[in-house]
């Protein structure tokens, strides 16, 4: 059972605690979430991975493992938590992080239209995505 939530991090609080390239802010940062209910918004999860993948060139696989070690933690919520499980599944199996969040998000039983033909043939692939379609197209 998760303690309760006491505090939301932004994304250089996970980030930090993640990568720990300052030494003093990481610290702080695994003492915040040593001590304190964390509860981490969907938006920061989705900026976590970006800055992990752009900035840092921390492979898709890497960075799954450690939001799954952060997932696991009984006092660490995710917002929509499902959404990121299916998301980091999908980015396991090749899919961009973002737009795995997209179709997490996608209404059941519902398509998402997108111009990324990469994207569409990729869904494809993907247990329980929804159905990815281009618009007007083929």
């Known amino acids: ?7 939301a ?17 990481a610290e702080r940062a695994r003492s915040l979430f040593e001590t304190s209910g964390i ?3 969907i938006t ?16 898709a696989r890497k960075a799954a493992e450690a ?22 599944d999908a980015a396991l199996a090749g899919l961009d992080f973002a737009d795995a969040l997209h179709l997490a998000a996608t209404p059941e039983g519902k398509g998402f239209a997108t111009f990324d033909r990469r994207l569409a043939r990729r869904a494809g692939r993907i247990p329980g995505a929804p159905r990815v379609f281009e618009p007007g197209g083929g």
């Open 1 to 7: 059972m998760a303690r309760d939530v006491n505090v």
């Open 9 to 25: 991090v932004d994304t250089d609080i996970l980030v930090r605690l993640l990568v720990a390239d300052d030494v003093g802010q």
């Open 39 to 41: 509860f981490v918004p």
């Open 44 to 59: 920061v999860a989705l900026e976590c991975w970006w800055i992990l993948e752009a900035v840092y060139r921390v492979p």
């Open 67 to 88: 939001f799954r070690h952060l997932l696991g933690l009984p006092h660490v919520i995710f917002e929509h938590e499902e959404r990121i499980l299916f998301a980091l």
